[in-house]
């Protein structure tokens, strides 16, 4: 069972059409569950302050700390990948899950249109089977302050971490479920299946 955590941030519908594609069952929970969970999914479009606080507000804080600490598989796929980190230059002050450290920085504007909507090609950084194209949707991108986190990089012109993992943990700034077929096929690899 594969969990959506719904932080009141939208692409649920896309995410959950593509696990039943997958033929992966899974929930949207607005609250924890009081079970624990071996997969959680933590999608996004919007802003990081307005879902760091729906995430306190649900309870969610605590339950993913628990859950990052006893292993469980968390994804963040496009603002649930900058919520893993600790600040975003969009919402001053609001404070993320922290379980990568690092921030969340605007990319440049004076160099490309912000925001980056369309394709761009993934280049890895070791083996690491990602799709060779993804498609995104965002104007921030992750900065981490630790070695050896990013297994994938994209360009807009500059380049930007485009999968993070440490551990159960891994996020991806594109969205796999809107990357075509191997996108899908990547997403299922993501949640411990086999692409």
Same mark, same amino acid.
């Given at each position: 069972?594969?969990?959506?955590?719904?932080?009141?941030?939208?692409? /649920? !519908?896309?995410?959950?059409? &593509? /696990?039943? %594609?997958?033929?992966?069952?899974?929930?949207? /929970?607005?609250?924890? #569950? !009081?079970?624990?969970? &071996?997969? +959680?999914?933590?999608?996004?479009?919007? %802003?990081?302050?307005? &879902?760091?606080? %729906? /995430?306190?507000?649900?309870?969610?804080?605590? =339950? +993913?700390?628990?859950?990052?600490?006893?292993?469980?598989?968390?994804?963040?796929?496009?603002?649930?990948?900058?919520?893993?980190?600790?600040?975003?230059?969009?919402? #001053?002050?609001?404070?993320?899950?922290? @379980?990568?450290?690092?921030?969340? !920085?605007?990319?440049?504007?004076?160099?490309?249109?912000?925001?980056?909507?369309?394709?761009?090609?993934?280049?890895?950084?070791?083996?690491?089977?990602?799709?060779?194209? %993804?498609?995104?949707?965002?104007?921030?991108?992750?900065?981490?302050?630790?070695?050896?986190?990013?297994?994938?990089?994209?360009?807009?012109?500059?380049? @930007?971490?485009?999968?993070? !993992?440490?551990?159960?943990?891994?996020?991806?700034?594109?969205?796999?479920?809107?990357?075509?077929?191997?996108?899908?096929? =990547?997403?299922?690899?993501? +949640?411990?299946?086999?692409?």
């Amino acid at each position: 069972m594969v969990t959506i955590i719904d932080a009141g941030t939208g692409n /649920l !519908r896309s995410l959950s059409n &593509a /696990l039943s %594609a997958l033929g992966l069952e899974s929930r949207v /929970l607005q609250e924890p #569950p !009081r079970e624990d969970e &071996a997969c +959680l999914v933590l999608p996004g479009v919007g %802003a990081f302050g307005h &879902a760091v606080r %729906a /995430l306190d507000e649900r309870g969610w804080r605590s =339950y +993913l700390t628990r859950a990052a600490a006893a292993g469980s598989r968390i994804v963040g796929i496009c603002l649930g990948l900058q919520l893993l980190f600790e600040r975003s230059e969009e919402s #001053p002050g609001a404070v993320g899950l922290g @379980f990568i450290r690092g921030t969340v !920085r605007r990319l440049d504007a004076s160099a490309a249109k912000v925001p980056h909507i369309g394709w761009s090609r993934l280049r890895p950084t070791g083996d690491e089977p990602v799709p060779p194209w %993804a498609y995104f949707v965002h104007s921030y991108a992750v900065r981490p302050e630790e070695e050896g986190v990013v297994t994938a990089w994209a360009d807009h012109p500059e380049p @930007f971490p485009a999968v993070v !993992r440490r551990g159960s943990l891994v996020g991806v700034q594109f969205h796999p479920e809107k990357s075509q077929q191997p996108g899908i096929a =990547y997403l299922k690899t993501l +949640l411990g299946g086999e692409g």
